[in-house]
Protein backbone atom coordinates (compact mmCIF):
# COMPACT_ATOMS: atom_id res chain seq x y z
CA UNK A 1 0.00 0.00 0.00
CA UNK A 2 1.42 3.26 -0.74
CA UNK A 3 2.63 5.68 1.71
CA UNK A 4 -0.42 7.89 3.07
CA UNK A 5 1.57 10.99 2.23
CA UNK A 6 2.81 10.45 -1.20
CA UNK A 7 -0.57 11.11 -2.68
CA UNK A 8 0.69 11.86 -6.11
CA UNK A 9 2.86 8.77 -6.93
CA UNK A 10 -0.14 7.12 -5.15
CA UNK A 11 -2.56 8.65 -7.82
CA UNK A 12 0.07 7.42 -10.42
CA UNK A 13 -0.37 3.70 -9.82
CA UNK A 14 -3.98 3.67 -9.32
CA UNK A 15 -4.55 5.44 -12.51
CA UNK A 16 -2.79 2.57 -14.33
CA UNK A 17 -4.65 -0.05 -12.36
CA UNK A 18 -8.13 2.16 -12.81
CA UNK A 19 -7.39 1.96 -17.07
CA UNK A 20 -7.67 -2.47 -16.27
CA UNK A 21 -10.52 -4.27 -18.36
CA UNK A 22 -11.26 -5.90 -15.24
CA UNK A 23 -14.38 -4.05 -13.93
CA UNK A 24 -14.28 -5.78 -10.34
CA UNK A 25 -11.29 -3.90 -9.16
CA UNK A 26 -12.68 -0.58 -10.14
CA UNK A 27 -15.14 0.03 -7.06
CA UNK A 28 -12.12 -0.94 -5.06
CA UNK A 29 -9.82 1.69 -6.64
CA UNK A 30 -12.72 4.05 -5.67
CA UNK A 31 -12.77 3.80 -2.01
CA UNK A 32 -8.99 3.43 -1.46
CA UNK A 33 -8.74 6.68 -3.55
CA UNK A 34 -11.20 8.83 -1.69
CA UNK A 35 -10.06 7.48 1.67
CA UNK A 36 -6.52 8.42 0.86
CA UNK A 37 -7.95 11.98 -0.11
CA UNK A 38 -10.07 12.49 2.91
CA UNK A 39 -6.95 11.70 5.44
CA UNK A 40 -4.77 14.84 4.75
CA UNK A 41 -6.94 18.48 5.08
CA UNK A 42 -4.49 20.11 2.52
CA UNK A 43 -3.50 18.86 -1.33
CA UNK A 44 -1.23 20.24 -3.51
CA UNK A 45 -3.24 21.94 -6.70
CA UNK A 46 -2.08 19.39 -9.14
CA UNK A 47 -2.58 16.30 -7.06
CA UNK A 48 -6.79 17.86 -6.74
CA UNK A 49 -6.98 17.98 -10.59
CA UNK A 50 -5.05 14.77 -11.32
CA UNK A 51 -7.83 13.41 -7.94
CA UNK A 52 -10.79 15.08 -9.85
CA UNK A 53 -9.59 13.16 -13.13
CA UNK A 54 -9.23 9.30 -11.45
CA UNK A 55 -12.12 10.06 -9.13
CA UNK A 56 -14.25 11.23 -12.38
CA UNK A 57 -13.63 8.39 -14.40
CA UNK A 58 -14.08 5.64 -11.44
CA UNK A 59 -17.56 7.39 -10.78
CA UNK A 60 -18.53 6.66 -14.60
CA UNK A 61 -18.41 3.36 -14.07
CA UNK A 62 -19.54 2.54 -10.52
CA UNK A 63 -22.74 2.07 -8.84
CA UNK A 64 -25.50 4.01 -6.88
CA UNK A 65 -24.59 3.05 -3.70
CA UNK A 66 -20.66 3.72 -4.26
CA UNK A 67 -21.16 7.04 -5.86
CA UNK A 68 -23.29 7.78 -2.36
CA UNK A 69 -20.81 6.56 0.18
CA UNK A 70 -18.30 8.48 -2.23
CA UNK A 71 -20.57 11.78 -2.13
CA UNK A 72 -20.74 11.12 2.08
CA UNK A 73 -17.05 11.21 2.44
CA UNK A 74 -15.96 14.15 -0.24
CA UNK A 75 -18.86 16.33 0.85
CA UNK A 76 -17.36 16.40 4.57
CA UNK A 77 -14.09 17.16 3.30
CA UNK A 78 -12.97 20.61 3.07
CA UNK A 79 -10.62 20.25 0.28
CA UNK A 80 -13.39 18.76 -2.08
CA UNK A 81 -12.70 20.39 -5.94
CA UNK A 82 -15.83 22.24 -6.38
CA UNK A 83 -16.03 19.95 -9.89
CA UNK A 84 -16.86 17.01 -7.70
CA UNK A 85 -19.44 18.77 -5.61
CA UNK A 86 -21.16 19.91 -8.89
CA UNK A 87 -21.29 16.34 -10.15
CA UNK A 88 -23.08 15.55 -7.15
CA UNK A 89 -25.84 17.74 -7.08
CA UNK A 90 -26.04 17.29 -10.87
CA UNK A 91 -27.30 13.99 -9.57
CA UNK A 92 -29.81 14.95 -7.36
CA UNK A 93 -31.61 12.51 -4.97
CA UNK A 94 -29.60 11.55 -1.52
CA UNK A 95 -26.60 11.99 -3.30
CA UNK A 96 -26.76 15.73 -3.94
CA UNK A 97 -28.72 15.42 -0.48
CA UNK A 98 -24.79 15.26 1.15
CA UNK A 99 -23.64 18.37 -0.23
CA UNK A 100 -26.35 20.35 0.74
CA UNK A 101 -26.21 19.20 4.12
CA UNK A 102 -22.11 18.83 4.73
CA UNK A 103 -20.12 20.53 1.87
CA UNK A 104 -18.68 23.92 2.44
CA UNK A 105 -20.68 26.30 -0.11
CA UNK A 106 -21.27 30.22 0.26
CA UNK A 107 -24.23 31.16 0.81
CA UNK A 108 -25.69 31.99 -2.27
CA UNK A 109 -25.88 28.67 -3.16
CA UNK A 110 -27.36 27.58 0.56
CA UNK A 111 -30.16 30.08 0.32
CA UNK A 112 -31.14 29.44 -3.59
CA UNK A 113 -31.26 25.69 -2.85
CA UNK A 114 -33.30 26.68 0.40
CA UNK A 115 -35.34 28.54 -1.75
CA UNK A 116 -36.22 26.66 -4.92
CA UNK A 117 -34.31 23.30 -4.13
CA UNK A 118 -36.61 20.62 -4.02
CA UNK A 119 -37.99 19.32 -0.35
CA UNK A 120 -35.24 16.95 0.12
CA UNK A 121 -32.62 19.49 -0.74
CA UNK A 122 -33.91 21.97 1.49
CA UNK A 123 -34.37 19.47 4.18
CA UNK A 124 -30.69 18.77 3.78
CA UNK A 125 -29.64 23.03 4.01
CA UNK A 126 -31.56 22.64 7.18
CA UNK A 127 -29.91 20.19 8.99
CA UNK A 128 -26.49 21.93 8.53
CA UNK A 129 -24.28 22.79 11.93
CA UNK A 130 -24.16 26.18 10.71
CA UNK A 131 -26.52 28.90 8.29
CA UNK A 132 -26.91 32.04 7.83
CA UNK A 133 -29.71 34.45 8.83
CA UNK A 134 -30.42 34.67 5.10
CA UNK A 135 -30.65 31.19 4.28
CA UNK A 136 -32.64 30.46 7.55
CA UNK A 137 -35.42 32.92 6.32
CA UNK A 138 -35.74 31.22 3.25
CA UNK A 139 -35.99 28.12 4.71
CA UNK A 140 -38.88 29.31 7.28
CA UNK A 141 -41.00 30.28 4.17
CA UNK A 142 -40.93 26.84 2.96
CA UNK A 143 -44.70 25.22 2.46
CA UNK A 144 -43.48 21.85 3.96
CA UNK A 145 -43.35 20.44 7.39
CA UNK A 146 -40.49 18.64 6.87
CA UNK A 147 -38.32 21.75 6.30
CA UNK A 148 -40.04 23.45 9.25
CA UNK A 149 -39.32 20.15 11.50
CA UNK A 150 -35.71 19.94 10.56
CA UNK A 151 -35.49 23.46 10.82
CA UNK A 152 -36.64 23.71 14.22
CA UNK A 153 -34.63 20.31 15.61
CA UNK A 154 -31.25 21.76 14.55
CA UNK A 155 -30.10 23.37 17.59
CA UNK A 156 -26.83 24.06 15.94
CA UNK A 157 -28.33 27.53 14.54
CA UNK A 158 -29.72 30.37 16.20
CA UNK A 159 -33.37 31.40 15.37
CA UNK A 160 -33.71 34.65 15.44
CA UNK A 161 -37.05 35.95 17.46
CA UNK A 162 -39.13 37.20 14.46
CA UNK A 163 -37.90 34.05 12.89
CA UNK A 164 -39.25 31.72 15.53
CA UNK A 165 -42.21 33.37 16.15
CA UNK A 166 -43.26 32.81 12.34
CA UNK A 167 -42.39 29.09 13.09
CA UNK A 168 -44.61 29.07 16.28
CA UNK A 169 -47.64 30.67 13.60
CA UNK A 170 -46.80 27.90 10.80
CA UNK A 171 -47.07 25.48 13.97
CA UNK A 172 -50.48 26.77 15.45
CA UNK A 173 -51.85 26.58 11.94
CA UNK A 174 -50.72 22.58 11.65
CA UNK A 175 -51.23 21.15 14.89
CA UNK A 176 -50.81 17.62 13.80
CA UNK A 177 -46.93 18.17 12.47
CA UNK A 178 -44.24 17.81 14.64
CA UNK A 179 -43.13 21.79 14.50
CA UNK A 180 -44.72 23.19 18.09
CA UNK A 181 -43.23 20.10 19.81
CA UNK A 182 -39.54 20.80 18.33
CA UNK A 183 -39.99 24.63 19.06
CA UNK A 184 -40.63 23.99 22.34
CA UNK A 185 -37.94 22.09 23.02
CA UNK A 186 -35.33 25.72 22.21
CA UNK A 187 -34.16 28.40 24.27
CA UNK A 188 -36.95 31.19 23.82
CA UNK A 189 -38.71 33.45 25.44
CA UNK A 190 -41.53 31.19 26.82
CA UNK A 191 -43.92 34.42 26.21
CA UNK A 192 -42.98 33.35 22.14
CA UNK A 193 -44.56 29.99 22.91
CA UNK A 194 -48.13 31.30 23.73
CA UNK A 195 -49.86 30.55 20.58
CA UNK A 196 -48.64 26.50 21.53
CA UNK A 197 -50.13 26.76 24.96
CA UNK A 198 -52.29 23.46 24.23
CA UNK A 199 -49.36 21.55 23.41
CA UNK A 200 -46.61 22.32 25.56
CA UNK A 201 -46.31 20.52 29.37
CA UNK A 202 -47.21 21.93 32.76
CA UNK A 203 -43.43 23.45 32.63
CA UNK A 204 -43.13 25.30 29.59
CA UNK A 205 -47.02 26.64 30.78
CA UNK A 206 -46.14 27.89 34.29
CA UNK A 207 -43.24 29.84 32.57
CA UNK A 208 -45.40 31.46 29.44
CA UNK A 209 -48.09 32.51 32.11
CA UNK A 210 -45.31 34.20 34.56
CA UNK A 211 -43.78 35.75 31.27
CA UNK A 212 -47.18 37.24 30.89
CA UNK A 213 -47.34 38.44 34.29
CA UNK A 214 -44.13 39.91 33.76
CA UNK A 215 -44.73 41.86 30.75
CA UNK A 216 -48.23 43.14 32.07
CA UNK A 217 -46.59 44.48 34.90
CA UNK A 218 -50.11 45.03 36.60
CA UNK A 219 -51.27 43.05 39.87
CA UNK A 220 -54.76 41.59 40.06
CA UNK A 221 -56.95 44.13 41.73
CA UNK A 222 -59.40 43.24 43.18
CA UNK A 223 -62.68 45.34 43.75
CA UNK A 224 -66.22 46.52 42.49
CA UNK A 225 -67.13 45.15 39.03
CA UNK A 226 -69.27 47.44 36.26
CA UNK A 227 -72.60 45.99 36.61
CA UNK A 228 -72.40 44.62 32.59
CA UNK A 229 -69.68 42.53 33.88
CA UNK A 230 -71.27 41.52 37.13
CA UNK A 231 -74.40 40.84 35.92
CA UNK A 232 -72.26 38.25 33.12
CA UNK A 233 -70.15 36.44 35.47
CA UNK A 234 -73.44 35.82 38.02
CA UNK A 235 -75.26 34.61 35.16
CA UNK A 236 -72.27 32.11 33.85
CA UNK A 237 -71.90 31.07 37.79
CA UNK A 238 -75.76 30.12 37.97
CA UNK A 239 -74.62 27.94 34.53
CA UNK A 240 -72.22 26.17 36.60
CA UNK A 241 -74.61 25.79 39.64
CA UNK A 242 -77.17 24.21 37.61
CA UNK A 243 -74.94 21.85 35.49
CA UNK A 244 -75.28 23.68 32.34
CA UNK A 245 -71.96 22.93 30.88
CA UNK A 246 -72.31 23.89 27.25
CA UNK A 247 -74.27 27.38 28.06
CA UNK A 248 -71.70 28.25 30.29
CA UNK A 249 -68.84 27.84 28.04
CA UNK A 250 -70.96 29.66 25.20
CA UNK A 251 -71.83 32.58 27.22
CA UNK A 252 -67.95 32.79 28.78
CA UNK A 253 -66.65 32.68 25.08
CA UNK A 254 -69.23 35.86 24.05
CA UNK A 255 -67.58 37.19 27.36
CA UNK A 256 -63.84 36.90 25.74
CA UNK A 257 -65.47 38.37 22.22
CA UNK A 258 -63.64 35.07 20.49
CA UNK A 259 -66.10 33.37 18.15
CA UNK A 260 -66.21 30.08 16.71
CA UNK A 261 -64.94 26.85 18.04
CA UNK A 262 -61.38 27.23 18.64
CA UNK A 263 -61.57 28.45 22.20
CA UNK A 264 -64.19 26.08 23.33
CA UNK A 265 -62.10 23.18 21.98
CA UNK A 266 -58.96 24.76 23.79
CA UNK A 267 -60.92 24.80 26.95
CA UNK A 268 -61.82 21.01 26.91
CA UNK A 269 -58.32 20.06 27.36
CA UNK A 270 -57.29 17.73 30.35
CA UNK A 271 -54.81 20.23 31.98
CA UNK A 272 -57.55 23.27 32.59
CA UNK A 273 -55.12 26.04 32.29
CA UNK A 274 -56.15 27.27 29.21
CA UNK A 275 -59.95 27.62 31.62
CA UNK A 276 -58.04 28.92 34.20
CA UNK A 277 -56.78 31.85 32.01
CA UNK A 278 -60.30 32.22 30.29
CA UNK A 279 -61.40 33.08 33.89
CA UNK A 280 -59.34 35.07 34.91
CA UNK A 281 -59.47 37.29 31.86
CA UNK A 282 -63.35 37.82 32.04
CA UNK A 283 -62.59 38.79 36.00
CA UNK A 284 -63.81 35.90 37.65
CA UNK A 285 -63.17 35.60 41.36
CA UNK A 286 -61.06 32.33 42.91
CA UNK A 287 -64.21 30.91 44.48
CA UNK A 288 -66.40 31.28 41.08
CA UNK A 289 -63.16 29.62 39.23
CA UNK A 290 -63.17 26.85 42.28
CA UNK A 291 -66.99 25.98 41.60
CA UNK A 292 -66.45 25.82 37.99
CA UNK A 293 -63.33 23.42 37.98
CA UNK A 294 -65.05 21.68 40.88
CA UNK A 295 -68.98 21.05 39.25
CA UNK A 296 -67.68 21.33 34.94
CA UNK A 297 -64.82 19.04 35.15
CA UNK A 298 -64.92 15.71 36.75
CA UNK A 299 -60.83 15.03 35.42
CA UNK A 300 -60.18 18.68 37.59
CA UNK A 301 -63.24 18.52 40.43
CA UNK A 302 -61.73 14.85 41.59
CA UNK A 303 -58.54 16.12 42.59
CA UNK A 304 -57.59 18.40 45.12
CA UNK A 305 -54.70 19.71 44.65
CA UNK A 306 -55.51 20.19 40.97
CA UNK A 307 -58.79 22.77 41.98
CA UNK A 308 -55.87 24.15 44.28
CA UNK A 309 -53.51 24.93 41.52
CA UNK A 310 -55.78 26.08 38.80
CA UNK A 311 -57.29 28.64 40.91
CA UNK A 312 -54.28 30.02 42.09
CA UNK A 313 -53.87 30.53 38.49
CA UNK A 314 -56.99 33.02 38.40
CA UNK A 315 -55.78 35.11 41.58
CA UNK A 316 -53.02 35.69 40.49
CA UNK A 317 -52.66 36.65 36.75
CA UNK A 318 -54.46 39.68 35.82
CA UNK A 319 -57.30 39.74 33.38
CA UNK A 320 -55.10 42.20 30.95
CA UNK A 321 -52.48 39.23 30.89
CA UNK A 322 -54.95 36.48 30.65
CA UNK A 323 -56.66 38.30 27.56
CA UNK A 324 -54.01 38.87 25.84
CA UNK A 325 -52.41 34.78 26.25
CA UNK A 326 -56.35 33.60 25.16
CA UNK A 327 -55.91 35.68 22.04
CA UNK A 328 -53.02 34.01 20.78
CA UNK A 329 -54.44 30.36 21.54
CA UNK A 330 -57.46 31.58 19.82
CA UNK A 331 -55.46 33.26 16.88
CA UNK A 332 -51.89 32.08 16.94
CA UNK A 333 -50.67 35.82 17.11
CA UNK A 334 -47.87 36.47 19.74
CA UNK A 335 -49.54 38.45 22.87
CA UNK A 336 -46.71 40.81 23.41
CA UNK A 337 -44.23 42.40 20.93
CA UNK A 338 -41.43 44.24 22.34
CA UNK A 339 -38.56 45.75 20.65
CA UNK A 340 -37.94 44.06 16.72
CA UNK A 341 -34.90 41.69 16.93
CA UNK A 342 -31.78 43.48 15.84
CA UNK A 343 -29.78 40.41 14.04
CA UNK A 344 -32.18 40.75 10.99
CA UNK A 345 -29.71 41.78 8.45
CA UNK A 346 -31.55 44.72 5.97
CA UNK A 347 -31.25 42.18 3.45
CA UNK A 348 -33.16 39.65 5.14
CA UNK A 349 -36.69 38.65 3.80
CA UNK A 350 -37.57 39.02 7.93
CA UNK A 351 -38.05 42.35 8.94
CA UNK A 352 -40.48 43.11 11.77
CA UNK A 353 -43.94 42.02 10.64
CA UNK A 354 -45.08 38.42 10.13
CA UNK A 355 -43.57 36.41 7.18
CA UNK A 356 -45.58 35.20 4.79
CA UNK A 357 -44.87 32.00 2.45
CA UNK A 358 -44.00 33.21 -0.93
CA UNK A 359 -45.00 30.62 -3.58
CA UNK A 360 -42.27 27.94 -4.22
CA UNK A 361 -40.93 27.18 -8.25
CA UNK A 362 -39.63 23.78 -8.38
CA UNK A 363 -38.80 24.25 -12.22
CA UNK A 364 -35.80 26.31 -11.55
CA UNK A 365 -32.87 24.92 -11.61
CA UNK A 366 -30.80 25.34 -8.53
CA UNK A 367 -27.41 27.03 -9.40
CA UNK A 368 -24.02 24.99 -9.11
CA UNK A 369 -22.07 25.18 -5.55
CA UNK A 370 -19.71 27.37 -4.99
CA UNK A 371 -17.34 27.06 -2.65
CA UNK A 372 -16.55 30.28 0.01
CA UNK A 373 -13.15 31.93 -0.29
Sequence with gaps: MPAIDDLPVALERLVALGQSPDVNIRPVLLRVVVDMFVRKQH?????????????SHLLDNADAEARLIVAEKLSRHPATPRALLDRFIAEQGRIALQVYEHAVLDDETLTAAATWGTTDVAAGVAGRRAL?????????????????????????????????????????????????????????????????????DTDRRHAIIEAARRLDLGKRQWGRLDGTTAASLAHMDRLVMCGERDAFESSLSRALGIEGTSLLTLMHEEGGEVLALALAAVGASPEMAARVFILGDPRIGRSVGKVRALTRIVEIVSPNA????IAAMASGTEPLRRTAPSTAAATNRIEQGPLEAAPIRRDTPVPQARRTA
Excluded: M
Excluded at 322 to 325: M, S, Y
Design 132 to 200: TSRTIAALAERPEAVVLCRLAANRSVTLDRAVFQHLVRRAKADPDSALGQLLALRESDPIDLAPLFSIV
Design 43 to 55: HAPEDLKQFVTIV
Design 322 to 325: ARRL
